[in-house]
C-alpha cells in the first residue's frame, strides 16, 4: 500500500512538471512557446472580451490661479475571431472622451467579412442611446493598404507578434488569471522601443518612416510615454489568455507642450500639463472551434460608404512623404 502511494505522489508530482509551473522556464523561452502555441497550434476560433480605460487629467495655470480637468472615457467590447476565413465581428460601448463629466455612450457594432479574393467587407452599426435617433449601419469594401486579408494575416504571424524591442521579465511564481495558472510575463517599453514597433508596424504595410520629417515629429510627441506590458501565459498549453497595458507613469510634458502649440500657444507665466491617472486596457481571450460569423440582414442592406480606409492610407503615405 505505502509503495502504491508512493507511485501515486511520484506521478502527481511528474504530472505536475509537465502540465504545470515549470520553474526551469525562462522569459524568452515562454515567448517562444507562446508565439508557437498562437500561430501553429491555436484552434480555429478565438473570442476576445476588451476593457479599455482613459483618465487624465488637465491642469492649467495662469501663474496666479490652477484648475484641473478630467478627461475621460472607456469601453467594453467583446471580439469573435474566425481564423479558419478571417471574418470578425465586434461589440460593445464607447464612452467617448470627455470633459467635466459630459461623456458620450455609444453602442457599436463591427462585422468584418473576407470574400474569396481577399478584400475585406465591413459593417458597422452606431447608436446613440438617448438620443432620440435611431441607430444607423453603414457598409464598406475597401482595399485594405493594397493588401488582402490573408497576406496581412500571413505577415501578422510571420512577425514575432508577441516580442518588442524590450527585455521580459518571468515571474517566480505562477499567478492566476480567469481561473487559469500561468506564467506571468512583463516588460516596460520606453519612447525608442515604442518608436521602432510603429516603424516595423508601417513597414508591414509596405510604408517607410524610419526618415521622414513629419513622422520623426509625430514620433517625438511620443517621448516620454512608458508602455507597461503584461502576458499571462497558461502553464498547461501555452496559450495567452489576458494582457494587460497601461501607460500610468508616463510623462506627458512633450504631449503637453505640443497641445499648447495647438492652442497658439501660452501666455508668459502659464502653463499646461496632461497627467496619466490611468490609460490601460485588459484583454481575456479564450479558444475553441471555429465559428461562423453571420453579418444580419440590415447591414447586408446598408448602402456603400465611402472607402474610410483608403483616407488613411492617403495621410499616411503622405506622412510618409
Known amino acids: 500500500m505505502k509503495r502504491k502511494v508512493l507511485f501515486c505522489l511520484a506521478a502527481l508530482g511528474t504530472a505536475s512538471m509537465l502540465f504545470g509551473f515549470d520553474s526551469a522556464e525562462t522569459a524568452d523561452s515562454v515567448l517562444e512557446k507562446m508565439q508557437t502555441a498562437v500561430n501553429e497550434n491555436s484552434p480555429g476560433g478565438m473570442e476576445m472580451a476588451m476593457d479599455m480605460n482613459m483618465d487624465i487629467s488637465l491642469d492649467v495655470s495662469d501663474g496666479t490661479t490652477s484648475s484641473s480637468i478630467d478627461l475621460t472615457g472607456s469601453g467594453n467590447l467583446d471580439i469573435n475571431i474566425n481564423k479558419e476565413s478571417s471574418d470578425i465581428s465586434m461589440e460593445g460601448t464607447l464612452t467617448t472622451p470627455s470633459l467635466l463629466g459630459l461623456s458620450q455612450s455609444v453602442t457599436m457594432k463591427m462585422y468584418g467579412i473576407t470574400s474569396e479574393d481577399g478584400a475585406f467587407d465591413t459593417y458597422v ?26 497576406e496581412i494575416m500571413k505577415q501578422t504571424i510571420d512577425t514575432d507578434f508577441f516580442k518588442w524591442d524590450s527585455d521580459f521579465e518571468l515571474a517566480s ?3 492566476t488569471a480567469d481561473g487559469t495558472e500561468c506564467y506571468l510575463l512583463s516588460t516596460e517599453i520606453d519612447t525608442s522601443s515604442l518608436g ?11 510604408i517607410d518612416i524610419s526618415s521622414n520629417e ?25 496559450f495567452p489568455v489576458r494582457f494587460h497595458m497601461d501607460l500610468n507613469g508616463s510623462d506627458l510634458s512633450a504631449l503637453s507642450q505640443y497641445l499648447a502649440m495647438a492652442m497658439g500657444g501660452l501666455a508668459e507665466g502659464s502653463s499646461i500639463d496632461l497627467v496619466a491617472n490611468d490609460i490601460s486596457m485588459d484583454v481575456s481571450v479564450s479558444y475553441g472551434d471555429a465559428k461562423e460569423i453571420i453579418v444580419p440582414e440590415e447591414a447586408l442592406a446598408a448602402p456603400e460608404t465611402e472607402d474610410v480606409l483608403g483616407k488613411v492610407k492617403n495621410i499616411l503615405g503622405e506622412l510618409a512623404g
Open 125 to 150: 452599426y452606431r447608436e446613440v442611446p438617448d438620443s432620440g435617433e435611431e441607430g444607423v449601419w453603414t457598409h464598406s469594401s475597401p482595399e485594405l493598404f493594397g493588401l488582402n486579408m490573408e
Open 173 to 175: 511564481e505562477p499567478v
Open 196 to 206: 521602432t514597433s510603429v516603424e516595423e508596424a508601417a513597414e508591414m504595410f509596405g
Open 214 to 238: 513629419n513622422a520623426e515629429m509625430v514620433t517625438s510627441m511620443l517621448d516620454g510615454l512608458r508602455v507597461k506590458l503584461e502576458y499571462y501565459v497558461s502553464t498547461a498549453d501555452y
